[in-house]
């Protein structure tokens, strides 16, 4: 062999050795174990090998950038492969943090919209540009963020901003959940007439849906996979439905949990990766599944005890769950071990079928108290409770949604109307 051809054989291990580890690295931090064990074994790469979160995507991702062009057209290809976009917070750590929590921001707040029914559910586009509104009279009002912020400044001389800018009638029973397409112009709704149903909101005069799957039980969640080539339906069976969307193909995971009669799915959520799904269901248990095999990997049984399970959501890093039920509770999971590691109380919630929610920075967590009808805010570190504001909702409010990009949620309420709150300057 050739002083060139050594060379190049040298290189070609170094790389062959960084991939592997790559691949070790990101199973084992997206709580693939097994796999990141069997693959460790085979390449005889350590376990617990180092290295940056995600960078296995982020090399994956530019590559095939470099590939297409992008790069040199400034294309940023990575938006195609959601990452998280500030750093992860660590909790793991001890929460007895007494003294060391963060203030959260006094935020202003403005009436937007009325239903003519309650409201019941909300979603902001990945990009934080749109934000929709599904209620119990059946319609979807669409909302354009950069108006809303028009309608929180001194009136203007052209007059009112109307931020509703869609309002979509094609349902016939309550709107139970919504979603936006990662990469596209699409909004897909799920109802209790068992459709889910796609509108183009790029279509200024179109008010009903292009395309619709009919599903066989009461649509209670839905969730787009971050490719958007797949969607997730919970409905009232305790199995998740997936869908193809380009087919309509649905597909039942042949690995079914243990699960009660009461056992409908309330919420279902993928993470930022499409690596796991999330189901939060009425029989109290929170069930995580893997992305690519749908079988489910760990089942929280009676997570809220005897109560509904009525939220759940991964962190930007995909190491934890966050999880809200009727027993008032708001509990934090680590993903790879099942293991409680937070709760969050001193919020009244027994009634309604409301989430947890992060800010944008995952600093805070926000809730609602029934009895006292107040949006309560906690330090998601310490655990301490660190702000309570009405609702300014009658009633208490039914639904929180936060912008995954700035300081700025929505509330639904019972009382019909949806309420935007803005960090003030």
């Known amino acids: 062999m050739d002083s060139g051809s050594s060379e190049q054989a040298v290189q070609d291990g170094k790389l062959y050795r960084n991939l592997n580890s790559l691949i070790v690295a990101h199973l084992r931090d997206n709580n693939l174990t097994q796999a990141a064990s069997v693959v460790a074994s085979a390449t005889m790469t350590p376990l617990n090998v180092e290295a940056p979160p995600n960078r296995l995507l982020d090399l994956i991702a530019k590559g095939l950038a470099a590939e297409k062009g992008d790069i040199t057209r400034g294309t940023d290809f990575s938006a195609s492969l959601p990452l998280p976009q500030t750093a992860a917070i660590d909790f793991s750590t001890a929460s007895d943090m007494k003294g060391s929590s963060k203030s959260f921001p006094k935020h202003e707040t403005r009436h937007l919209s009325e239903h003519k029914n309650i409201a019941r559910c909300a979603r902001f586009s990945a990009d934080g540009r749109f934000v929709a509104t599904g209620s119990a009279d059946t319609s979807i009002k669409l909302f354009e ?30 709107i139970n959940d919504l979603d936006f397409h990662p990469q596209g112009t699409i909004l897909i709704s799920g109802a209790k007439d068992q459709t889910i149903k796609f509108f183009d909101i790029s279509k ?26 797949f969607l997730l339906a919970g409905t009232d069976h305790a199995i998740p439905h997936l869908y193809d969307i380009n087919t309509f193909q649905c597909y039942l995971s042949s690995n079914i949990p243990e699960t009660s009669p009461n056992g409908a799915i309330n919420q279902v959520r ?25 079988n489910c990997v760990r089942s929280i049984t009676a997570a809220h005890g ?4 009525t939220s759940a959501i991964f962190t930007k890093d995909q190491r934890f769950v966050l999880s809200c039920g ?9 993903v790879g071990s099942g293991r409680l590691v937070r709760q969050y109380l001193g ?12 800010n944008q920075t995952e600093e805070f967590i926000i809730f609602i108290d029934e009895l006292s009808n ?15 504001w009405p609702s300014n909702h009658v009633g208490a409010p039914r639904w929180l949604e936060h912008s995954p990009i700035e300081s700025a949620f929505i509330s639904c309420g019972t009382d019909r109307s949806v309420r935007f709150w803005k960090e003030t300057v």
């Open 326 to 334: 009727k027993d008032s509770t708001i509990k934090l999971w680590e």
């Open 347 to 358: 919020a009244m919630h027994t009634q309604l079928r409301c989430q947890a929610i992060f």
């Open 306 to 309: 005897t109560a509904e399970a």
């Open 374 to 388: 107040e949006i309560v805010i906690w330090d998601a570190m310490t655990t301490e409770k660190v702000a309570k």
């Open 145 to 174: 963020v950069s108006k809303i912020k028009q309608m929180l400044l001194p009136e203007a001389k052209d007059g009112p901003v109307r931020p509703v800018i869609r309002t979509y009638y094609d349902h016939i029973q309550p």
């Open 204 to 229: 200024t005069n179109a008010k009903r849906a292009y395309r619709v799957i009919q599903d066989t039980h009461n649509v209670r969640s839905v969730s787009f996979h971050p490719s958007g080539d």
């Open 270 to 294: 993928y993470s930022c990766t499409g690596a796991m799904y999330v189901t939060a269901s009425k029989d109290g248990a929170i069930r995580l599944w893997d992305g690519i095999t749908a």
